[in-house]
C-alpha cells in the first residue's frame, strides 16, 4: 500500500535527471533509481494515465488519491532516463514542451542551467560569481522589502529553494531586464571557457521523440514558445502568440490538437486562461501545491495543483525502512 498522502488530487511534476551520459545539471537532478523508489511510494495503483485523468477531470470524478506524472521541458535526460522505466510499468505521462528548441533556437534558460552545474563544483560558488559581477555593473539595488516579500511567498510555494537560490532568481526575474540578464551571464561563460554550441547540444528531445511519445499513448502538452520566466506579464497579444506557436507545432508534430499545457515558472494571469481556452485546452498545471492568490486549490481545471519531485524525494528519504 503506498505511503503517499493527499488531500486532493495533483500531477507530480519532475524535470532533470541524471546517469553516465547525462551529467547532473541540477541540485534537484534524480537518478533512475530516486525516479522507480518515487513511483512505488507514490503507488503505481494512484498514477492515472493522461486519457483517464482527463475523462475523470472532465466527469468530476478525480479523487483525492490519484495523481499524473509530468514532465516539463522536453529535456532528453527525461526521454533517455524514464522512458525505460515508465515501460517497465506501462505508465504514460503529460510532456510539457516549448517549441523554440524545435525550431533551431536557444532557449538560455536551461542552456545556463546547464552551464552553472557544469562548471562549477558548488551552486553557490557560481551565486558568488554572479553577485560579483552584478555588483560591477552597478545595477540597480535590490529593494529589500520586495525581496522579503518575493521570498517568503516563493519560500511556501517552493521549499525545496535555499536563500541563495531564491536571491538569484528575484534578482534574475524582478530587478534585471533580460539583455542585462543575458550580459551578464555569457560573460561569465566566456571567462569560464564555455562553447555554446557544445553545451547545448542533445539538451533537448526532437520531434521524433515527441511524435513517438504521441503514438505510444502520452499527451504532449503546451509550455509556451520560449518559455518566459514571467509570461503573465507579457501583454495579451504576446501571450497569445507565445501560445500560438507553442500550439502550432505540437499539433504538426503529433498529429493531433494540444489540450493540455503547464505554466511556465508558475506565471499566468487571467488573460492567460482566456487565451488557453480560446485554444480549447481541457487542463492545465501550476508548478506548486499551493491555491491561486483569492483562489481554492485547484481552482479551475487550468489551475491543477503539482507536487515537486524534490518534495517527494524528502518525504521518501524519511520514512522509517
Not at 499513448?217 to 520566466?229: A, Q
Request: hydrophobic share 35%; glycine share 4%.
Amino acid at each position: 500500500m503506498s505511503k503517499y498522502a493527499s488531500n486532493f488530487p495533483h500531477g507530480i511534476m519532475f524535470h532533470h535527471f541524471h546517469e553516465e551520459t547525462h551529467p547532473p545539471c541540477n541540485q534537484g537532478s534524480i537518478s533512475a533509481k530516486d525516479f522507480e523508489e518515487i513511483l512505488q511510494y507514490i503507488g503505481i495503483e494512484n498514477i492515472l494515465a493522461p486519457d483517464e485523468w482527463i475523462f475523470n477531470l472532465e466527469h468530476h470524478k478525480l479523487k483525492e488519491k490519484h495523481v499524473c506524472l509530468t514532465f516539463d521541458d522536453a529535456l532528453s535526460c527525461q526521454y533517455d532516463i524514464c522512458v525505460p522505466v515508465l515501460e517497465k510499468y506501462n505508465l504514460k505521462c503529460f510532456w510539457f514542451v516549448y517549441s523554440s528548441v524545435f525550431e533551431g533556437e536557444l532557449v538560455k534558460l536551461e542552456f545556463y542551467n546547464y552551464f552553472r552545474s557544469k562548471y562549477f563544483d558548488h551552486i553557490d560558488d557560481f551565486y558568488e560569481l554572479f553577485s560579483r559581477k552584478y555588483e560591477k555593473y552597478q545595477f540597480q539595488e535590490i529593494n529589500k522589502d520586495k525581496f522579503e516579500d518575493y521570498l517568503h511567498k516563493r519560500k511556501r510555494a517552493f521549499p525545496f529553494y535555499s536563500f541563495n537560490d531564491l536571491k538569484f532568481r528575484f534578482v534574475r526575474d524582478e530587478v534585471l531586464q533580460k539583455e542585462d540578464y543575458d550580459k551578464l551571464m555569457d560573460e561569465i561563460i566566456e571567462e569560464k571557457g564555455g562553447d555554446i554550441t557544445q553545451l547545448s547540444a542533445n539538451l533537448w528531445m526532437t520531434n521524433s521523440h515527441l511524435r513517438e511519445l504521441s503514438d505510444k499513448g502520452h499527451l504532449i502538452g503546451l509550455h509556451s514558445y520560449d518559455h518566459p520566466t514571467t509570461l503573465s506579464r507579457l501583454s495579451y497579444d504576446e501571450q497569445f502568440d507565445q501560445y500560438k506557436r507553442n500550439y502550432v507545432h505540437i499539433t504538426r508534430v503529433c498529429n493531433k490538437k494540444a489540450v493540455v499545457m503547464s505554466h511556465p515558472c508558475n506565471s499566468y494571469n487571467n488573460d492567460t486562461l482566456e487565451i488557453l481556452r480560446q485554444f480549447d485546452i481541457l487542463c492545465g498545471f501550476r508548478s506548486n501545491m499551493t491555491a491561486p492568490k483569492g483562489k481554492k486549490i485547484n481552482a479551475s481545471a487550468l489551475e491543477i495543483a503539482r507536487e515537486d519531485h524534490s518534495n517527494i524525494l524528502k518525504k521518501l528519504q524519511t520514512v522509517p525502512t
